[in-house]
């Protein structure tokens, strides 16, 4: 196996299908395909099943992905660092994320970054996508983090940051539940989610219309971290995206049910066509990118580990 076939093997794990895959690396479709047989051949073991909805890691495939993140990481830092060897990295960059990235992954991206690149000043706020596209397109803001899919619009280029499916998440007073959640069943707890006004709230009535659903929630917050601690000795639930909440995830505060089949979310960094992106800009959205592709990994371990 080489380096070409690991990083291939990523973006198809991350991306779910073939053909987001080849968009992502900028290739034909065949080459992904081409590449992970050879990958699978030189493991002697399959890494996807091909459902009628994309590529769904196997155990094996999870294994690798475990595996060659690390190892992809490892290389990129390398080659960044070997880039900018002897030069400074300055700028200003103003962010703008929504707010399930700006609740924990954005806050732990802007340190790390500072550290890395402490002459780089930093501008950084959340909200919801149509007023941040709007900041963008005033110049306000370099890039912006959004789910798709998003009004960008023409004159805005787009990067993929990660896929993530959203999950039933409940304290640990929460009645014991089954591991995994059919929508119907989802549909049957008193909810607490984001308005119509939020992003998420429309990607997750869209799922659940598809299985003729409603959801009729008990009670509205467009803050996530309202929600977030609002959910302790509640009696509530919530839908949202794993991350969004990682910290008290992981720390056991709150507990999450994936919901199958998924509901899934995508997200995007949006940037003006007409202002390309500085090497500083560059280099944050890779490592809000990178750090949320390793909480996500962590995430999906902790629950695949857990009893």
Do not use: W
Request: charged share 20%; with cysteine; hydrophobic share 45%.
């Amino acid at each position: 196996m080489d380096l070409r076939q690991m990083s291939y093997f990523v973006a198809m794990y991350e991306e779910g299908s073939v053909t987001r895959a080849a968009q992502r690396l900028n290739i034909v479709q065949p080459a992904v395909s081409v590449q992970l047989a050879r990958l699978e051949e030189a493991i002697g073991q399959k890494l996807f099943y091909r459902t009628p909805k994309g590529m769904v890691p196997t155990h094996a495939g999870e294994g690798a992905y475990r595996r060659f993140l690390p190892i992809l990481r490892e290389v990129e830092q390398a080659r960044r660092a070997l880039t900018i060897s002897g030069a400074v990295v300055k700028g200003h960059v103003a962010i703008g994320a929504v707010s399930s990235v700006a609740n924990n992954a954005l806050s732990e991206t802007l340190r790390i970054f500072h550290r890395r690149y402490p002459e780089v000043t930093l501008y950084a706020t959340g909200g919801y996508t149509t007023d941040l596209i709007e900041m963008l397109r005033t110049a306000q803001l370099d890039l912006v983090i959004v789910n798709t899919p998003s009004r960008g619009g023409r004159g805005y280029d787009t990067l993929p940051i990660i896929n993530e499916d959203l999950a039933l998440i409940c304290d640990n007073a929460y009645p014991l539940l089954p591991p995994t959640l059919h929508p119907r069943e989802v549909g049957e707890h008193d909810l607490v989610i984001p308005s119509h006004r939020h992003g998420l709230r429309l990607i997750i009535d869209a799922a659940f219309a598809a299985h003729d659903i409603t959801l009729v929630p008990h009670i509205e917050f467009d803050e996530l971290k309202t929600i977030e601690e609002f959910l302790p000795d509640s009696g509530f639930a919530t839908i949202l995206p794993p991350i969004a909440v990682h910290r008290a995830l992981m720390t056991d505060r709150l507990r999450m049910h994936p919901i199958v089949p998924p509901v899934s979310r995508r997200l995007v960094c949006l940037s003006n066509t007409a202002r390309p992106l500085g090497s500083a800009a560059q280099l944050f959205v890779e490592e809000l990118r990178e750090r949320m592709i390793e909480v996500s990994a962590t995430l999906t371990q902790a629950i695949a580990s857990s009893p």
